[in-house]
């Protein structure tokens, strides 16, 4: 195990050293969150991963963006290991350290931390929320469960979809180790701790006039799934009827909010004002056919988790940010293109299957041991998914989160095997060795 470990270390520190920063358009309002945060204003994004960027903007203006990549790294390696720590209960020590090898060697788990994305923050509060619950013991129950509640808060604070997911993981885990009632109370102060931390930033927001909420981009996300993606519209409705007449015939399927906005400021609406058209719309357009939408969220979360996420440890669609240059030479790093690409290459072949192991292992489920832990880490990825596909139109980074729980499942089903073919080794000892006894006492005996 520790050799595994050590290895995962290299890869990421080599990662490190060799590839520059990777970022889209968003990292500039991740930055920005920072002092918007500061002075007590909403932005566009949840400020969970500006308040994660914060501390090293604030160590050093060189090269703040390093830094902040560096201790990504050091949490990817802790994310890994805490979940080996999990598993290694339905699937065994050896297994468990296998599925910490494969998930801790494929592309996504090494290029996530060498991007400034606030996924990188989700996993790393869902994991470290389930590895503390997962901690046996009635001594320190109190404090685990509030600094699991803390770290799912961060999460959500990063990307607000984590906290909704991560209730029925929590229950599951929680409900392994003792009784169904002690077990919803648990989850219930978990998830009271990470709402209260998501209230002090919604009040923070409220006192200083930018109404009780943790970021304004919500209507925009959703005005994405619902209209860009499905092109749910009910023109009936008056907030839908004022904004159709406002943009007149332009097309609206597969055109996002950030291609509508300057429509309507073009026209003299505020961005606000427009944002809060543009949400308005989306329930308009989601009330009109419920089912179709939940539908599509369905089919949409497994084609988010068949997806294999395309991570670039480089800049991307955006302009250069100076913060997030990289010390590393670019002639030391041109060479580390081929790494990427082939890694990117294998990690597509090899999704294509290891994607369907922990959906085998659910249905191994009746020969499994700790069942109940199996589910929760797969309910993960499952909630995570969906509900992301509630709020968010398609992108295959999404995934991206939540991939290492699957793959740390992936040696599910070879641990059930190995248990079923232990077991029927066992029972014919256990049948042939009493008889084999009694004929060899009748032979004896002369009989």
Known sequence: MKWVVAYIGVLHMLAFVFFGIGYTSDARGYIDGIGRFAAGQVSYFPPGYSLFLAPWW????????????????????????????????????????????????????????????????????????????????????????????????????????????????????????????????????????????????????????????IAGGAGLHLYNRVVTEQGLLNAREPATAVFLTRMGNRPLQDVAHWDVLPVLERQGMSYADARSLMGAVAMEGLRSDPTGFLRHSTIQSWKEYAA??????????????????SPVPPGVRGGSNAWWSRSESVFRQLWRVLMWLPVLGLLLLPSMRERLVFLALLAVPAGYLFVTAQVEFFLDRYVAAVLPFALMLSTTPLS????????????????????????????????
């Open 58 to 213: 604030l160590i050093t203006s060189s090269y703040p963006g390093a830094l902040a990549v560096f201790v990504q790294h050091v949490c990817m390696v802790l994310t890994l290991v805490g979940l080996r720590d999990i598993v290694r209960r339905v699937v065994g020590e050896d297994l468990a350290t296998l599925a910490l090898f494969i998930t801790g060697s494929v592309a996504p788990t090494l290029f996530l931390p060498q991007m400034i994305l606030s996924e990188n923050v989700a996993l790393f509060g869902m994991a470290g929320a389930m590895w503390l619950a997962s901690r046996a013991g009635a001594n320190g129950a109190l404090r685990r469960d509030v600094a699991a509640g803390m770290l799912a808060g961060l999460a959500g604070l990063a990307r607000v979809v984590p906290l909704v997911a991560i209730v029925v993981p929590m229950f599951l885990l929680y409900r392994s180790m003792t009784g169904t009632r002690d077990a919803a109370i648990r989850t219930a102060r978990m998830m009271g701790a990470g709402l209260g931390l998501m209230a002090l930033c919604a009040s923070w927001h409220y006192a200083n006039g930018g109404g009780f909420v």
């Open 416 to 447: 059930v095997l190995k248990g079923l073919s232990d077991r029927r080794y066992r029972d014919s000892r256990a049948w042939s060795g009493p008889g084999t006894g009694r004929r060899n006492t009748l032979m004896s005996s002369g009989t």
């Open 308 to 325: 294999a996420p395309t991570l670039e440890p480089w800049p991307s669609g955006t302009e250069p940010i100076a913060a997030l240059e």
